[in-house]
């Protein structure tokens, strides 16, 4: 056998065995080594393998042992395609892939983000929307149906009507990208509820369907579940009514089901669609997130693509992750926050659901918003008719867990479809700023001022907040001088209360289409409102200490030049408790006195200016 030193030598490695001086004992022993057992050392000890010889006494103790090691190495490197490093490697991902799943974090602005969403504006011609819209406002306070609700009072607009346009928008630049006469009409399908199905129906007739075609809307109504009494199962009698079987609904999982039937599927199958994307009703930052997501679909082929955010451990937001059968089988699925936590401990994880190095959890906040490509999504739902796994949540009375507080029923959720599909199905997820995509209204002001401090609030007060923060955040990074926010109290909630800017989603439906139209010497005030309503208005040099709204026909090219000044619009804060407010105000706590504004109305083509 050659010496360490020859061994050495043979492999153009220096005689001094440098290269193992992180291990002593292996370097106490390289005399022993033949050149390939050198290089198989190396090898190891850059994959970060020191452990192996960490317990290897003095050359004369143990040599068999030792040369014996390497035999045995040097077999796995032989019997293992590309060699014990591929291996090692190998492992490393496929562990990592174990942990985490596969899935792309985008950067609000850089050019990948700007590109995918010009992939997702193509294919959004290719695409149908559906509306998960079940529920009443009664947990925000507010009697009437959620997607009924202003987004924002600065212009008043309720959720449905910003859905809407932001649906007919992407309808109009998809087509733009397309040199072929494109007339093609986005569907748009709203599941309803026995309480929402009417009050839908008439926000839309009352509204002419806020500009949309009616033939592209489709109402698909859920029915309800019978409630349970006890663990025996038993159905439970309507308190109201002991001739009548309480019904409660049964989730939106039920959507898939709906759809299933309703032949809609094949409908857009047949002419061509691709995507289907389901969101919920009261998200207004939602269509920042659409166009990028749809693209990552779009690019990476996924089956199923699940949007989300980054989300702090133990947060009250379901984790996205990847599970792994004893069989090897895994699925990529979302895991209620309640939930995750005991499972990672059961699991190898004493830790639990801990932050990583980034200071938010590995699991990135599911946000129940999903893309899935169409023609594998029929082919599943041939094979389930759109049944969706169910859970049941009853509530105790006592730690014996024997009696319920209140009636349950079986539940199914929508972002539960993915556990069926065979682990050949490409399931990924997208994850954005929180700041960008995420801020939705369930929460009344009493729940809401409970939530510690730090935490989101999803309350109408930082759900409409959230929208003139990330639209002032957006125009600074279009290179416009937004002024920092302040901070003030509504309901009980801390929030920061940044410009009043919000527009139309034809002027600004891509990062892309709003740097094309801010310039950097533009500037808005804190206490300004700024309200954008046409396709070709420019920030050219505007300063606005008030508030001004601008409203454009698409064949009128209108540059905001000057400086604005006025008394503007001021908010008032209102006590939640005080009943001569509207719901909508009250569960807000805080309305906008309009003192003075300036209102500009650019009705006839051509270019116009707005200067000093």
């Known amino acids: 056998m050659a010496s360490g030193a020859d061994a050495a030598a043979a492999l153009g490695i220096s005689g001094d065995g440098e290269w193992a001086a992180a291990c002593p004992p292996l370097r106490r022993n390289l005399q022993l080594l033949a050149p390939d057992e050198v290089e198989l050392a190396k090898m190891l000890l850059n994959e970060g393998q020191i452990h192996l010889f960490e317990h290897w006494p003095e050359p004369g103790v143990d040599d068999d042992k030792k040369r014996g090691f390497f035999d045995q190495v040097r077999r796995l490197n032989s019997s293992y395609p590309g060699g014990l490093l591929s291996y090692i490697q190998n492992a490393k991902k496929l562990l990592a892939d174990s942990k985490v799943p596969s899935g792309e974090v985008l950067n609000f602005g850089d050019d990948n983000f700007v590109s995918l969403e010009a992939a997702g504006i193509k294919e959004a011609r290719n695409a149908a929307f559906v509306l998960v819209a079940g529920g009443l406002g009664e947990r925000l306070g507010y009697k009437g149906i959620k997607v009924a609700l202003p987004r924002e009072t600065t212009t008043g607009k309720c959720f449905l009507q910003h859905y809407i346009e932001s649906i007919l928008a992407l309808q109009e630049a998809s087509c733009k990208m397309v040199d072929d006469g494109c007339q093609t009409k986005i569907p748009f399908v709203i599941m309803t509820s026995d309480d929402t199905n009417a009050l839908t129906i008439k926000l839309l007739e009352s509204n002419s369907y806020f500009g949309m075609e009616p033939s592209q809307v489709k109402l698909l109504k859920q029915e309800k579940v019978a409630c349970l009494a006890d663990n025996d199962a038993r159905l439970a009698l309507d308190p109201s009514d002991k001739y009548k079987i309480q019904t409660k609904p049964h989730g939106h999982g039920d959507v898939h089901s709906l759809l299933y039937s309703s032949g809609l599927l094949e409908q857009w199958k047949s002419e061509g669609r691709k995507w289907v994307l389901f969101f919920q009703d009261t998200n207004g930052l939602l269509f920042n997130a659409i166009p990028s997501a749809l693209g990552v679909s779009a690019t990476k082929g996924y089956n199923v693509n699940s949007l989300a955010v980054p989300r702090k451990a133990k947060e009250a937001i379901g984790g996205i992750t990847k599970l792994t059968h004893v069989d090897g089988r895994t699925m990529v699925i979302n895991v209620e926050y309640n939930q995750l936590d005991p499972l990672l401990r059961a699991t190898g994880h004493p830790d639990g659901d801990a932050n990583c190095e980034t200071g938010y959890s590995p699991y990135p906040g599911n946000i129940n918003q999903l893309i899935l490509e169409l023609g594998p999504y029929i082919e599943e739902l041939k094979k389930t008719h759109g049944a969706i796994s169910e859970f049941v949540n009853p509530k105790y009375t006592d730690s014996t867990k024997t009696a319920f507080k209140s009636s349950t029923r079986l539940e199914c959720m929508m972002q539960d479809y993915p556990k069926t599909l065979p682990p050949s199905a490409k399931v990924g997820f997208t994850v954005m700023d929180t700041w960008l995509a995420y801020a939705p209204v369930k929460n009344n002001p009493e729940d809401a001022a409970k939530v510690p401090k730090g935490n989101p609030y999803h309350s109408a007060t930082s759900g409409e907040m959230a929208i003139y923060r990330a639209n002032s955040l957006i125009l600074r990074k279009a290179g416009a001088q937004i002024a920092d926010p302040v901070v003030d109290t509504f309901n009980g909630q ?104 300036l209102e500009v109305n650019y009705t006839e083509p051509g270019k116009h200016s707005l200067s000093a």
């Open 494 to 597: 801390e929030v920061e209360v940044w410009p009043r800017i919000t527009w139309s989603p034809r002027w600004g439906l891509n990062f892309k289409s709003v740097k094309e139209k801010v310039h950097d010497n533009s500037s808005v005030s804190q206490r300004s409102a700024l309200v954008i309503n046409g396709q070709n208005v420019f920030l050219e040099g505007l300063s606005l200490d008030g508030t001004l709204i601008v409203n454009a026909i698409d064949e009128a090219e209108v540059k905001l030049t000057s400086h604005v000044q006025n008394k503007g619009w001021i908010i008032q804060h209102v006590d939640y408790k005080d009943t001569s407010e509207k719901e909508e105000i009250r569960i807000r706590g805080f309305k906008l006195e309009k003192i003075e504004q």
